[in-house]
């Protein structure tokens, strides 16, 4: 009878045994099949920046042009940028489309346009002029795609317009560094504008010593370099004023397309009249 009972017992210990084999085997099992299918529901996911809307080439870029999104692609976060730090106050190097991811290389500090410096006009040479004072024209003010108007002064001392120098296209402005300036060094200079004058040139004043201190000395920085697209007949003409450091300039276009097309043609009639005149 006892001899029974203890085989009963071991044949209980043994069904517990083999059963909780079974289990475990069974949980290691789910375990290889189901954990990765879990792992993969809850994927890393990585910070990318992307485009809020369309950013133009050669925008300043905003906060209000970004936004903070997520991408589970590991390699695709590291071709983009991941901060809005590493962007805002940037110039963008393409046009970024809408939604679009801001790759790395599509903002730049210092960024120069090649539809311009890559592809000059036959017949046209660029030339950088310094800006020498600003108390005395609107240099200060001067951006890309302006288009402005030479003043100088005779041996006289009377104030004329060469007419090479009545309509020039400004191509770029640089600070002492040589760095590109974009639109953002003029934003806090917009209350030192002035009125326009009916015959197309706008004058605006420079600003003043009041103007350019406290917070607004901040985000203020000069312009010294002017680059300009201009012909052969017109570059000697600047090289003279700028070696006499008798010029003035003033604003007579800007971002008006039809203008800056219609006071250029003009220009070139300008310059084709005064080769003809030199020829006969």
Not at 109 to 123: A, L
Not at 177 to 183: N, R
Not at 245 to 260: A, K, N, P, Y
């Amino acid at each position: 009878m006892k001899k029974n009972a203890t085989t009963g017992r071991l044949i209980i210990n043994k069904n517990r045994i083999i059963t909780g084999l079974a289990i475990l085997i069974s949980a290691i099992l789910l375990a290889v099949i189901l954990l990765p299918g879990y792992l993969d529901g809850r994927q890393v996911m990585y910070p990318v920046l992307t485009a809020r809307h369309d950013i133009p080439r050669g925008k300043n870029i905003t906060g209000e042009d970004i936004s903070l999104s997520e991408t589970s692609d590991k390699s695709l976060s590291g071709m983009c940028y991941s901060s809005p730090e590493n962007v805002i106050g940037k110039t963008a190097t393409r046009d970024i489309p809408e939604g679009s991811f801001i790759m790395q290389g599509d903002a730049a500090e210092n960024f120069t346009s090649n539809t311009v410096y890559d592809s000059i006009p036959d017949g046209y040479l660029l030339i950088s002029i310094s800006v020498q004072s600003l108390a005395r024209s609107v240099a200060g003010h001067i951006r890309a795609n302006d288009i402005i108007r030479f003043y100088a002064l005779d041996e006289n001392g009377t104030a004329f317009t060469p007419p090479e120098l009545q309509y020039i296209k400004v191509l770029a402005v640089y600070n002492s560094q040589g760095e590109e300036l974009g639109s953002a060094y003029i934003n806090s200079k917009s209350s030192a504008s002035g009125s326009g004058s009916s015959n197309g040139s706008d004058t605006i004043r420079s600003p003043s010593v009041s103007q350019t201190t406290g917070a607004n000395r901040e985000h203020y920085e000069s312009p010294s370099l002017i680059s300009l697209l201009v012909t052969q007949e017109q570059a000697l003409r600047l090289v003279e004023l700028e070696m006499s450091g008798r010029h003035f300039i003033s604003l007579v276009s800007r971002d008006d397309e039809e203008r800056e097309s219609e006071y250029l043609d003009l220009q070139q009639r300008v310059l084709e009249s005064m080769l003809r005149g030199k020829i006969g």
